[in-house]
């Protein structure tokens, strides 16, 4: 059964920079999630909650099969997965033409395993961290050109390893995932942020997207869940039409500094809600 955990000995933090990650929202959010024997994640990402919770079992999902593969493959070949990515971070990896490479290596491979490899060091040395693809599903996020060598941090990616030996990793929609939820267990949705200005989502994360339509499907999934027994909890941007969606859930709104994303205007703080089924 999940208690919050009154010390670092549980809990470990992101190894990947993602855009939306939670890890600075933790000391908000935590206290919203209940007890429960079951974390469910949809949109798991870098996984800031699933990393800083201490929940019996864990399912953990992601639509971005790249990303979902680097869980798995931290999870089934950890010592292997560790070796061959610290290999990347190396001076002779610190230059566009290195960076070009990998990345046309990556674009170019099948093997799910490879492709796994070379996601941590595409996303440590691209341009802010971001993962975006175009129409045809390569990764085409420029070079970044870090002053230095990123940190491999080992211990972030063995940590990770040692929770993963609880948790049940999936590759697809988010529909899967929720459909597992019932009583007792806790779902918290990250989903693609709705934006009120066009209607849509951020759409380069996959070569699909995320629309309004996407939310409101979401939104119906969770509330089966809730009807199963299950507790519930979305994050989005606060903005009336999100509001609106989550009419009749409760509501809790803070503010967040972002510091991943495409434009300069993008970054800084900005108002975030958590929907709590009731």
């Known amino acids: 059964m999940y208690t919050h955990p009154a010390s670092d ?6 190894f990947l920079k993602w855009t939306g990650g939670k890890s600075r929202v933790l000391p908000k959010l935590l206290p919203l999630l209940p007890p ?18 201490d929940y019996d079992r864990y399912v953990i999902n992601d639509a971005n099969a790249d990303l979902a593969a680097v869980w798995a493959a ?10 061959h990515v610290s290999a990347l971070f190396v001076e002779s990896g610190l230059s566009q033409e290195a960076y070009l490479r990998i990345r046309a ?7 799910r395993f490879e492709r796994a490899v070379r996601l941590p060091y595409l ?38 390893a040692v929770k993963l030996a ?12 929720i459909e597992l939820a019932g009583a007792g267990d806790v779902v ?26 996407d939310h409101e499907r979401l939104l119906a999934c969770c509330v089966q869940a809730a009807s199963r027994g299950a507790k519930v909890l979305v994050s989005n941007h606060d903005t009336p039409e999100a509001r609106a969606l989550f009419k009749g859930w409760h509501i809790e709104a803070f503010a967040v500094r972002r ?14 809600l958590v929907a709590v089924s009731q």
């Open 105 to 111: 290596e990556f674009n170019a491979s099948t093997h």
């Open 166 to 177: 609880r948790c049940l990793v999936l590759n697809g929609g988010y529909a899967a995932a």
């Open 74 to 83: 931290l999870q089934s070949r950890p010592h292997e997965f560790i070796e």
């Open 259 to 272: 510091s991943v994303g495409a434009r300069p205007g993008s970054r800084g703080e900005v108002r975030e």
């Open 9 to 14: 000995a549980t809990t470990s933090k992101p």
């Open 188 to 213: 918290y949705c990250d989903p693609p942020y709705l934006d009120s200005t066009s209607g849509t989502s951020f759409t380069g994360y996959t070569a699909h997207g995320f629309s309004k339509a």
């Open 123 to 160: 996303n440590k040395f691209g341009f802010n961290g971001l993962f975006r693809v175009n129409r045809k599903g390569e990764f085409n996020v420029p070079y970044g050109a870090p002053a230095s060598v990123p940190v491999f941090d080992v211990q972030r990616y063995e940590a990770a």
């Open 36 to 53: 429960g024997g079951r974390l469910i994640e949809p949109f798991v990402g870098a996984g800031s909650v699933f990393l800083g919770t």
